[in-house]
């Protein structure tokens, strides 16, 4: 069935880096947009950053800008979150999305992963 | 950016009530809109896409309603299921979500 598997969290220090993996099947993978999401603990929702289909085209919150970078490898079906100079404040369940419609960029989001919590701390 | 406004926050209710969730933007977004449920621990269900359609599978007492820079969600008969977090998320532009309504039983 339609699934999407996130990896890769855990506790680390504050100014160190993580990454976040998120395992794609069920689905033509290499034709969907994927997202990142995040949510602190007892927050609300939050976008993290895009990547397009084709892997071509790249967006990210303001509160991640040249910190976070986002990569897909088609071939593994799969969608990369690198996490650099973490902070206490991007503390969170990290989620990664399928957008409903295939091409498109910016859509609702049918498909979510269980999430996988990432903590920074000292 | 643009702003996304819940109201009310939390939100009381009974069984069988009639719900009504409103989510302002602070500018247009056309239909562009979509309604998430959000259960404790769990991922968020999409509810609801381009303001007023109804994902497959989410039952037919789910509904929405808007354009420009107001929406609903409405839930004709709250059952117990129902009882949940729900958020809104634009995708006019890259996505921001609404703080979120905690519908509690009252």
């Known amino acids: 069935q339609v699934q999407l598997v996130e990896s890769g969290g855990g506790v680390v220090q504050p100014g160190r880096s993580l990454r976040l993996s998120c395992a794609a099947s069920?689905?033509?993978?290499?034709?969907?947009?994927m997202h990142w999401v995040r949510q602190a603990p007892g927050k609300g929702l939050e976008w993290v950053a895009v990547?397009?289909?084709?892997?071509?085209?790249?967006y990210f919150a303001d509160s991640v800008k040249g910190r976070f970078t986002i990569s897909r490898d088609n071939s593994k079906n799969t969608v990369y979150l690198e996490m650099n100079s973490l902070r206490n404040e991007d503390t969170a369940v990290y989620y990664c999305?399928?957008?409903?419609?295939?091409?498109?960029?910016?859509?609702?989001?049918?498909?979510w992963g269980q999430g996988t919590m990432v903590t920074v701390s000292s | 950016d643009i702003q996304m406004t819940q109201s009310p926050s939390p939100l009381s209710a009974s069984v069988g009530d009639r719900v009504t969730i409103t989510c302002r933007a602070s500018q247009s977004i056309s239909s562009w809109l979509a309604w998430y449920q959000q259960k404790p621990g769990k991922a968020p269900k999409l509810l609801i896409y381009k303001a007023s359609s109804l994902e497959s599978g989410v039952p037919s007492r789910f509904s929405g309603s808007g354009s420009g820079t107001e929406f609903t969600l409405t839930i004709s008969s709250l059952q117990p299921d129902d009882f949940a977090t729900y958020y809104c998320q634009q995708y006019n532009d890259h996505p921001t979500f609404g703080q979120g309504t905690k519908v509690e039983i009252k």
């Open positions: 069920g689905f033509t993978f290499s034709s969907y947009a």
């Open positions: 990547i397009s289909s084709d892997g071509r085209n790249k």
């Open positions: 999305t399928r957008v409903l419609q295939e091409v498109w960029v910016d859509d609702a989001f049918d498909i």
